[in-house]
């Protein structure tokens, strides 16, 4: 199993980015697949996730309205569009699935939001 993010950045506050995570090693079709991020000094906190079998998705309340996860079954990618951004978005950003009880995560990708 391998996750790879991509699309991290620098941006300035109100900018947008679109970050990608490309999967492989498993039937992607199968398995919700989800985006975390770290701030320095603060926990792993869920973003975002898109289910497997009909593509529903989950916000955190701090993105909500900002922040859109959609997936790509024919690359085996998704995607989250980061539009709105705020310095409080800053952190690594990570691919996160679970499969057969065991947790997969990317190397993740830096997300800097400038004021």
């Known amino acids: 199993v391998q996750l790879v993010e991509s699309g991290g950045g620098l941006v300035q506050a109100g900018g947008s980015l679109r970050l990608s995570c490309a999967a492989s090693?498993?039937?992607?079709?199968?398995?919700?697949i989800g985006w975390f991020r770290q701030a320095p000094g603060k926990e792993r906190e869920g973003v975002s996730c898109?289910?497997?079998?009909?593509?529903?998705?989950y916000y955190a309340d701090s993105v909500k309205g900002r922040f859109t996860m959609s997936s790509d079954n024919h690359k085996n990618t998704v995607y989250l569009q980061m539009n709105s951004l705020k310095p409080e978005d800053t952190a690594v950003y990570y691919c996160h699935a679970s499969i057969w009880k065991a947790d997969y995560w990317g190397q993740g990708t830096q997300v800097t939001v400038d004021v």
């Open positions: 090693g498993f039937i992607f079709d199968d398995y919700a």
């Open positions: 898109i289910g497997s079998s009909d593509n529903s998705t």
